[in-house]
């Protein structure tokens, strides 16, 4: 048995535990402040149907995640702290809810909403032929000038609760992960492109990362705004962060996409990495150096998604 199938079939085990789990789990308050933070605006903020809502954030979780009374992302505030928390986890009580009803493939997007945002997909996306390479094109050069404090190459360090607006933040050429998906997610709107956020959740039942979901030319497309990376399978068609995480072919493609980009990172200069030392960089070249496909695959283990509407 391959590595990559012993981990898929630990994660299978896992949401059949989360059925059985189900009816002895610890009923968390999603209405309180630090799950539904007020300083979140209403338009950011979702109705759920009542069977969906059981599910919604630490509730529809695996153990331990669902055990934990505290909130995720306390750093955060906002519209960050309201996405980190009141996600919808996929699972099969929830798959066909968030691949056919949650989120509307028609955008109602409304021209000089976010202007600055129109002028960098205008200018990005020319020449393109296609939704999906619009898309490909909004991430790889419109969200690479909004650098990651830790990412690579690297950005000024800010903090996490700064609870920018989405102009804000894209004038201040600086993000963190859920906030570089953001951008993204805004990006693709004024081109007229659904797009959703995604939250990873490691193996390691501790750690994450918040990426982003496509809609183009008939498919959801899974996109990393951190590492400017979508997933193909072996043919080259990309995958949706539900086919990255349900079959080990997905899962390997996962890791290759991940491994690739990580070997473009290694040759990047020490000013191109801009980690702040010889030393810095070093040990990230080391780091990542280590990782295999397989590893960078065996890392994700559950995935949540969440709506970013437009402002109403």
Known sequence: MSTLTSHRNSRERFLHQLSVEL???????????????????????EDLPELIAKLRGRRGQPHPYRTRDYPLALTVRGVDRYHANQFI????ETEKFLYQDYTPLTVNYRKGLLPAFEELATKVTEGCRSDTEKAVALLKL????????????CGPYVLGDRNLGDEELLTS??????????VFIRLCQVSSIPARLVHLFYADEKSGH?????????????????????????NGNLLSAAECHDSEAGLAALGRAYF?????????????????SAGKNAEFRKRIAAETPESLARKHYHIALINYPLPQ
């Open 142 to 153: 419109g969200v690479s000038r909004v650098k990651h404090p830790d990412g690579a190459p």
């Open 173 to 182: 050429g600086v993000g963190w992960c859920n906030e570089q998906a953001r």
């Open 23 to 45: 009816k002895s789990a610890r009923v968390h308050d999603l209405d309180h402040p630090d799950f539904n933070p007020p300083d979140c605006p209403a338009w950011a903020k």
């Open 89 to 92: 986890i996929y699972r099969p």
């Open 260 to 276: 690739q980009r990580w070997q473009e990172l290694l040759v990047l200069s020490d000013t191109e990495l801009n980690r702040g």
């Open 210 to 234: 918040c990426v982003a979901e496509f809609y183009a030319d008939g498919q959801w497309s899974l996109a990393d705004a951190t590492w400017l990376c979508v997933f193909p399978d072996e």
